[in-house]
C-alpha cells in the first residue's frame, strides 16, 4: 500500500528556514514525480514545487523561487523541500503527493492520487 508521510514543519521567525521531508511507503519514488503543495486557512490548495522521476526536471511556484529548494534522495526514498527566506505568507500545511501515472514533474494537484496526511508551517514573529 502506498503511503506518503511528511515532516519538518513547525514554527519560525520571518527570514528562517525549514526542511520538509516526504517519506514514501509501499512505493520507489524515484519511478513516480512528486509535487508539494499548501493549503493555507481559507484558501484554496496551491502547488508550491515539483520533482520528476528522475529527478532531473523540478518547477516551482513564482511565490517561492529562489527561496525554496525540492530534491530526492532515492537511497532514502524522500523528498525534500528545502524552504530559506520564509516569509509570513508561507504559513500553511504543506502536503506530499505522487502518482503511479506520472513520471513529469507537473503542478496541477487533480493529477495526483495519493497524499500525505500534511505538516503544518507557521512563520511568525
Known amino acids: 500500500q502506498l503511503q506518503l508521510a511528511e515532516s519538518g514543519g513547525g514554527l519560525v521567525h520571518p527570514g528562517g528556514s525549514l526542511r520538509l521531508s516526504c517519506v514514501a511507503r509501499?512505493?520507489?519514488?524515484?519511478?513516480?514525480?512528486v509535487g508539494w503543495f499548501r493549503q493555507a486557512p481559507g484558501k484554496e490548495r496551491e502547488a508550491v514545487s515539483c520533482i520528476s522521476r528522475n529527478g532531473g526536471s523540478t518547477n516551482y511556484a513564482d511565490s517561492v523561487k529562489g527561496r525554496f529548494t525540492i530534491s530526492k534522495d532515492n537511497a532514502k526514498n524522500t523528498v525534500y523541500l528545502q524552504m530559506n527566506s520564509l516569509e509570513p505568507e508561507d504559513t500553511a500545511v504543506y502536503y506530499c503527493a505522487t502518482d503511479p501515472f506520472h513520471a513529469m514533474c507537473d503542478m496541477r494537484p487533480g493529477l495526483y492520487g495519493y497524499w500525505g496526511q500534511g505538516t503544518q508551517v507557521t512563520v511568525s514573529s
Open positions: 509501499g512505493v520507489t519514488l524515484n519511478s513516480y514525480a
